[in-house]
Each structure stands twice: as structure tokens, then as C-alpha cells.
């Protein structure tokens, strides 16, 4: 069976190693020796996962020596995409961990980036990182497909087995790869994408009209409170028509709304 490795065991990553370590040898890699010693205890450090389904994942081990990298014939990329204090965004954990992969690829591995970028950022900034590190060509030696994480924080009812996978590959052979690894855990299956920026670009856009309508909600309930009319009478009401997107004003919810660069 296929090894997969999962680089971040954050509450994107860790997930991913329960899921994939029900069913075949799964590699969680983290820089971070007290969130790999939490995991091997069968405690999850973001307190998302219960014991019960760490103890799920019997075919899950947990390392922070990115040697055991070389083994995976798959390797997901779940690190943070912040924004520096200009807020532009910052790359260094993207392109350190696309480092740590060069460092240790298997010939004809499969690549994939689930972190939230704008669209040509794996091509641009990832994929050459690992061409550097590891001396190998892309499309011939390694491969790459991009599959954009939705996992919403402290959602007991909306996780990564129940919310559809968008996926995408450099190569229609990559492509169906990367689904049929995905339809293993996802069970309202996957969306292909037909190219990695789509995939990157769908997140981006994700994000943009939540952020956008919220924004849209806050403004207009400062204007009905000035004319003294009740803000959530007024969407009660237009909430009526079926066509009525049904957002209320309030602070923008979601970790990547409010750090990542694509929104």
C-alpha cells in the first residue's frame, strides 16, 4: 500500500494522519518535538481530535526528523500561510517545508499543497524550492497537486471526512491520483479541478465572499441603526426571497480570513 507523510500536525495536518493512518502506513512530520510527543502520547495539541479517534489511527506514526520523509510515495503539505507585520504574506514555512522535501524525495512522489496561497504561488515559489533541494525535475522525477484545506475549528459536524475535496495535478495522470487518495477519507468525494491555479484560485474566492458579504452585513446594520430599524427584522424579512444569501453582521470567523494573504 501507498505511504503517505503529512507535513504540519496542526489542525489542518493532523486530521489528515488519523484519516489516511486508518487505512495505510501514514507519516506525521513536525518541527515542533512537543506537538510530535503530544501525538505519540494520543493527544492532539489543538484539541480537535477526541482520544478516541487518535487511537483510531492505527497505522499512524509521528516523527520530527524529516528523514522518514524518503519513504512516501505521498507527501501533504498542511503549514501556515501568515502575513508579516506589512501584511504581505509570508512564505518562509511553505518554502521550508518544500525544502525539507527536496532534501528527502522519493523519485516519482506525489506533492501535494492543501495551505492557502494565491493563485501560481505553488508553481512559482514551491515547486522550485523542491527542483533546487532535491535536484530533481518536475513532471518527470516528482510531481505536484494542490488541494486546498477546509477544515473549519472547533466544527464537530463539518470536518474533513464530510465537507467535498477540491483537488487538482500538474498531469491528468497526477490528477487522478491525488483523487482517488483523497476519496479514501472524503465520503461526499472530491471536485477535479482541471489545474492547480483553479484549485488555489477557488479558495481565495472561498474566502473573499464570506469576508465581502460580512463586511457588506456590518455596514449596512450601522445604517439601519442610525434610522432606527432592526437589522435582523430587515434580513429576517429579505431572508423571504429564495435567492437571499443569508449573512448577519458580526467579526469575520475563520483563521484563514483573518491571517492568511488571500483575503
Known amino acids: 500500500m501507498s505511504i503517505v507523510a503529512v507535513l504540519g500536525l496542526g489542525y489542518v495536518g493532523l486530521p489528515l494522519v488519523v484519516e489516511f493512518g486508518k487505512k495505510t502506513r501514514t507519516i506525521g512530520f513536525d518541527i515542533s518535538e512537543h506537538k510530535v510527543e503530544k501525538c505519540r502520547e494520543g493527544k492532539d495539541p489543538?484539541?480537535?481530535?477526541?482520544?478516541?479517534?487518535?487511537?483510531?489511527?492505527?497505522?499512524a506514526e509521528y516523527y520530527s526528523d524529516p528523514a522518514v520523509l524518503k519513504d512516501a510515495d505521498y507527501i501533504i503539505v498542511a503549514v501556515p500561510t501568515p502575513v508579516d507585520d506589512a501584511h504581505r504574506p509570508d512564505f518562509s514555512p511553505l518554502i521550508g517545508a518544500s525544502q525539507f522535501i527536496g532534501s528527502y524525495l522519493k523519485k516519482g512522489a506525489i506533492v501535494i499543497y492543501e495551505s492557502t496561497v494565491y493563485p501560481g504561488a505553488t508553481e512559482e515559489i514551491c515547486i522550485p524550492e523542491i527542483e533546487r533541494t532535491s535536484g530533481m525535475k518536475w513532471k518527470e522525477d516528482f510531481f505536484v497537486g494542490y488541494s486546498p484545506e477546509?477544515?473549519?475549528?472547533g466544527d464537530r459536524e463539518r470536518t474533513l471526512t464530510t465537507i467535498m475535496k477540491v483537488v487538482s495535478g500538474d498531469t491528468p495522470d497526477t490528477l487522478e491520483k491525488v483523487a482517488t487518495l483523497y476519496e479514501q477519507i472524503v465520503k461526499p468525494g472530491v471536485h477535479r479541478c482541471s489545474t492547480i491555479k483553479a484549485a488555489e484560485a477557488c479558495k481565495v474566492i472561498e474566502n473573499t465572499q464570506r469576508d465581502l458579504n460580512i463586511a457588506l452585513m456590518n455596514e449596512l446594520a450601522i445604517i439601519f441603526d442610525k434610522l432606527e430599524i432592526d437589522t435582523n427584522e430587515v434580513l429576517d424579512a429579505a431572508g423571504t426571497k429564495w435567492n437571499f444569501l443569508k449573512f448577519k453582521p458580526g467579526l469575520v470567523g475563520g483563521i484563514a480570513l483573518a491571517l492568511t494573504p488571500t483575503t
Open 46 to 59: 489543538s484539541f480537535e481530535l477526541s482520544d478516541e479517534e487518535m487511537a483510531s489511527a492505527i497505522h
Open 150 to 153: 477546509r477544515i473549519n475549528p
